[in-house]
Every structure is written in structure tokens, then in C-alpha cells.
């Protein structure tokens, strides 16, 4: 075997490829996916345009508002909202019944009361017993 042939015999067979039909393969790719990212670009623009074009709302009814019982979306605002009336109830004067005469007024105040003439009960037994 000559030093010729072991020469061959490593070699790569140089018909295989063709380097200029790999540069032109790598640059058709690249061209290809730039024409579909202009093409993409350009069919949502288009799409964006027509869509503020139009006018939306006209033909939509408003959304219903979904039967009770509802789903508790905010619980932290519920709850704040709760306490702010029930502090609202308790350091306010309100009639609860005008034609018995009955009154709410503020608890600050009602304790006041009850610490100057004593609970309206032991008041009536403090009566009956003199």
C-alpha cells in the first residue's frame, strides 16, 4: 500500500457537500424567517388597526351581574368595609324606632350613662324597692 492510498483512505470524499450550496441553504433560511416576521408584523398591524377602527361597545350589552350568592373577590376591602359601619353604628345618633321613641346613640355615651344612673333594670328595682 502506497503512501498515496492511505492518503485517500482518510480523506473525505469531497463530493458530498458543496460549500456554496450550504451558504446559499444558511441564507435562504434566514430570508425565509425574516419574510414570515414581516409578514407577522404586518398582519398584526393590520389587524390592530381595523380593531380601533372599529367601534366596540355599541353592540355588546353590558355583562349581567351573576346571581347571589357571589364570590367573595376582595376580602380584606369586605372586611374593612364592614368594620368602617359598624364603627359608623356604634358613634352615631340614629332613630331605630321614632314612634316608640327608641334612640341609638354612641356607645362612648351610653356608658357614660350607665356609669352615672346604673343599668335601666337595676334603676326600675331601685324604684320599686323604695
Do not use: C
Amino acid at each position: 500500500m502506497s503512501a498515496n492510498e492511505s492518503n485517500k483512505r482518510r480523506d473525505h470524499e469531497r463530493t458530498d457537500w458543496n460549500l456554496s450550496w450550504v451558504v446559499g441553504g444558511g441564507l435562504a433560511l434566514v430570508i425565509s424567517v425574516a419574510i414570515m416576521l414581516l409578514g407577522s408584523w404586518w398582519i398584526f398591524k393590520e389587524f390592530q388597526s381595523s380593531a380601533a377602527s372599529r367601534q366596540l361597545g355599541t353592540a355588546i350589552p353590558p355583562p349581567m351581574a351573576p346571581p347571589e350568592p357571589r364570590l367573595q373577590v376582595s376580602p380584606n376591602a369586605d372586611w374593612d368595609a364592614m368594620l368602617e359601619k359598624e364603627r359608623a353604628t356604634l358613634h352615631s345618633y340614629e332613630w331605630v324606632d321614632r314612634s316608640n321613641g327608641i334612640v341609638r346613640i354612641p356607645i362612648d355615651r351610653q356608658m357614660q350613662l350607665i356609669a352615672e344612673r346604673g343599668f335601666p333594670a337595676q334603676a326600675a328595682q331601685v324604684k320599686e324597692a323604695k
